[in-house]
């Protein structure tokens, strides 16, 4: 992935009082395998370059973390427990990456595979633009998650994800985001599905000296 679109996302986070409140506020809380994902980041991207409020169009801020405990009872203890650490608003939705096969199929009518981490929560989402995770390391420093990488969040240019059949949310997503962000191009979801599996590392800044996340 360009360092220069690291940098760029970066950035623009680092320049959202309310997200970073909520980065400090997730490293606080030191969830295992936390990341904050997906609508809050292209969608702080997507402001910034368009010149609307930071967080136009962003409905929640959502947080990631991974625990083999896959009980709703455990779950919701950690989403009580959270709510202290958080501002009321943008509400911060908390889920545990090693529950939702449970409900996936309920929700989407397929399958997913079981996910041994939060990243490949991420990797799943309907369109790979959306696939992206960051978190707030003690250093303050940024490690980033794009499985796919950052140009298509920078070309405002939202793509399908055929990993899995997820043609319809796709689809539902893109409509609502084109009507948030007129500028947005949305590729179709291909007829021929090839999956294309993600490939990318683990990106770490460089610093001097319940349902789908949307």
Known sequence: MSEALQERLV???????????AFRAARALDLPDWWIVSGALYGAVWNALTGRPALHGVKDIDLFYFDPDTSWAAEDRVIRRAAPFFAPAPP???RNQARV????R???GHACPDYASSREGIDHFASRTHCVGMRL????GFDIY?????????AMRVVPNPILPNRATHEAKATRQKACWPELTIEPWPEALQARHPASPLLTESRPGRPEAT
């Open 11 to 21: 950035g623009i986070i680092r320049a959202t009082p309310e997200l970073m409140a």
């Open 137 to 140: 390391r003690p250093d303050d």
């Open 106 to 108: 309920d929700r989407f």
């Open 92 to 94: 911060v939705e908390i």
């Open 146 to 154: 794009a499985p796919y990488g950052l140009e298509d969040v920078f």
């Open 101 to 104: 096969p449970l409900w996936y």
